[in-house]
C-alpha cells in the first residue's frame, strides 16, 4: 500500500456531515462511491448541493462529478479535480478485473475507526461475484454483482466502524480489483467482518476511453499446499518465541513494507501464517528470499536448509553476502530481466498481447521515469565521487604552489576536468525534484574550475593567491552533498515499480504459454524469478541501509562526546545496542556481525558504568571504541556500496524499457 498512499484522498463535502475515500484513476480524475456525493436511493440520483472537498496528502482540492459518469447499480462515480496541476507527480492506481476469490487484499482509507490521518484495513476476496440487493427506491428487487470481502479490523473485537471508508480502493498486488461500497451492520458495527465492493470492471465502464481495464492474473502455484502447510511449520519452529527477530528476517529479506503487511499478528504463527499467502500472491522470488533470509539468520537449522533444497526453481543461493559472490548472482539477474523485456518487446505487436501491454503502459512509462531519475542521482553521486579521487591531486598542485613552483599547465589541466564535470552533472540535473538545490554545489564545482584555468592563463606574479588558495577547501566541502545525495537515491529506489515488469511475464505466459516456443516460456519465467528476486533483494538492503544510517547518527553523535565508556557516549545507549544486535542477529556468521559482537561482549553487562581513572584503562577504552566505530562505518559503506552497485544495474533496464515503450 505504501506507493499509493498519495494517490488516496479524503472526501468531505461543504454542509454535510458525511466523509467518504477516493482514489486517482488518472492525473485529474479520482473514483468513489456514488453514496458518498449522492442520495442514490432515489433515480436519478441526488447529488449534494455542498462543494466536494479532496485532501490528498499535500495537496488539498474541490472536485466536480463528470457529467454522466456514474453508475446507480453499481455504486460508483467519476470526479474531476478542479486544482490538478499539483497531482501531476502523483501516482494513480491502475484498475484490473478479478476472476477468482481467495487474494488477499490491501485498502486504506478514514473510517470512523480513524478519520483524521487515515488506516489501512485487509482481508481477503471471499467471492468475485457475489451478489447484493439493489438500494435505491426503484429497483428494490434487483441484485448487482459485487465483490464479498472478509475484513480482519472489521472483524476484530465488535467490529471496527467502517463508516468513512466508501470509495477506498480495494488493492490486490499492485492495482485495485474495486472500490468499497456497503459493509453489513448491526448498531454501527460490521457483522462478521464482511463488506462489499464495486468493481474495477464498473468503474472502468463510466469512462472506458480515459482508463483501462488489466486482465486478471491468475494464481500462481509456488508450492503446494503441502509445502506452504511444511514452510509454515519450519519457520514457527525456526524463530518461536522470537517474533522481533522474525520481523528483522522479513524486514532485511523483503522490506520493510513486507514486514508491516502483516500489522495484528502477536505471535510467530499468527505472523508467519499471514505473511506466506501474501509472498504466495505476489508470485516467484519472494519466498526464495524469505527462505534464503530465514536460513542466513538461522544457519544451524539444517530442516530449513533442506526444505529449500527440495524446491531447486526457487533456488535461494547465494546464502551468504560476500560481496563477489552477491555481485555475481545480482548480475545474472539483471541479465535474466533484462531478456525478458527484450523478449517481450519482440512479441508485444502479437494481437492477443496488445491490451496487456497497453494495460501496463502508463506502469512502463513511469518506472521508466523513476529509472532516469535514478540514474540522474546516481550520476551525480559519481561527479562527487570522481572530485573526491581527484582531489587528493589537486591538493598536491596547491602545496607546490606555494612552494614556488610554476604548476600553471597543471591547474589549466585540473581546471579544465574541474568544469567537464560540472558540465557533466549539470546534465542530469534537467528532470530532477531538487534541480535548483543540485545547482548550487555544481556552480561552485565550475567556478573553482575557472579559477584555476584563468590563473594558468596569466604570470606568476599576477595570480591572484588570496582567491585561488581557497580553492581546495572550497571543493572539500562539496562533498559532504555526497551523502544527501545518497539520500535521495535510496528514497528513489523505494518505488521503482519492478513488480509491473513480473505481472507482465506472468500475464503473457498465462495468456500464450500453451503456444509459445520453450526457449520464450523459459525465458519469461526466469524474468519473472529474478524480478522477484531483485524486488527482494532491493528492498532488504534498502531497509538495511535505512538501519544503518540511523545507527550511524547515534555514533556520530558519540564520537563528539568526551566520555570514556563506550556505553556513557551514547545518549540512548539500551536502544543502539538492542537495534544493533538485531541487525547482527539477523546476519550471525557474517564476519562483520562475528566482530561487532565481540567487540560489544565487554559492555554488555552494564549499561551505565563509572568512567575510569586509570591512564591505561582510559587509553584502552578510547582505542576499542574507535575501532568500534570504524567497524560499523565500514559495514554501513559496504551497505551503502551494494545498494548503489544495485541501483546502477535497474538503471539499465532504461534501454529495453524505452524500446518497449516506443511505438
Known sequence: MDEFRDAIAKITIDGENGRGTGFLVAPDIVATALHVVADRKVEPPAFFAGTIQLEFRGHKTAAEVIPNKWNQDADCVLLRCLDSKPLENYPTIPLRELDHPDDLFKTRGYPDAQPINGMIWGGKVMDHAAQLTST???RKSAYEPVLQLFCDEAS???????????????????????????????????????????????IVALDPERLSLRPPLAPTVLLTPEQMAQLEELL???????????????????????ERSVTHAETVEGYVSALLPMLAQEGPGMISMMLRGAIAARPEDQALRSFAEQVPRYSIQPLNDDPDVQEAHDRELETKIERALIHLNGIRQARDLHHIMESYRPDFEKTRKQIAVLASYKALHNCLHDLQKRLDVIARHFTRLKSGDDVRRYLREEGIFLRSLARQARNQTVDLPTAEEEQDWINELDACGEVMKKAASVAVSDIDDEVLLLVPDR??????????????????????????????????EQKLGATMPENSLNRLREGTVAVGRLRSRLAGLVSEH??????????????????VRPQSRFSRWPQFK????????????????????GMMEPWMEDDSPAEPQLPGKISKLREDFNAFYDQCVDRFIEVDRELNALCKKITEFETPLYSLLSE
Not at 463508516?163 to 488493492?171: D, R, T, Y
Not at 522474525?246 to 523483503?254: H, K
Not at 555526497?482 to 515499480?497: D, M, P, Q, T, Y
Request: with cysteine; charged share 20%; proline share 4%.
Open 136 to 138: 435505491y427506491a426503484t
Open 156 to 202: 476484530a473485537g465488535a467490529g471496527a466502524p467502517p463508516k468513512g471508508l466508501s470509495g477506498a480502493p480495494i488493492i490486490v498486488g499492485s492495482a485495485a480489483i474495486g472500490l468499497m461500497r456497503f459493509a453489513l451492520m448491526e448498531d454501527g458495527r460490521t457483522v462478521a467482518g464482511t463488506l462489499y465492493g464495486c468493481s474495477a470492471r464498473d
Open 236 to 258: 514457527v519452529a525456526a524463530f518461536t518465541p522470537n517474533l522481533d527477530g522474525l520481523r528483522r528476517t522479513v524486514r532485511f529479506s523483503l522490506g520493510a513494507q513486507a
Open 475 to 508: 571543493l572539500t566541502h562539496l562533498l559532504p552533498r555526497a551523502s544527501r545525495i545518497n539520500e535521495e537515491l535510496v528514497s528513489r529506489v523505494k518505488n521503482v515499480g519492478l513488480n509491473n515488469f513480473a505481472e507482465t511475464m506472468r500475464l503473457v
Open 546 to 563: 535505512d538501519e544503518w544510517q540511523s545507527l550511524n547518527r547515534d555514533l556520530e553523535y558519540a564520537v563528539t562526546q568526551k566520555k
Open 578 to 597: 538492542t537495534k544493533l544486535i538485531g541487525l547482527c542477529d539477523a546476519f550471525p556468521q557474517e564476519d562483520w556481525s562475528l566482530e561487532l559482537r
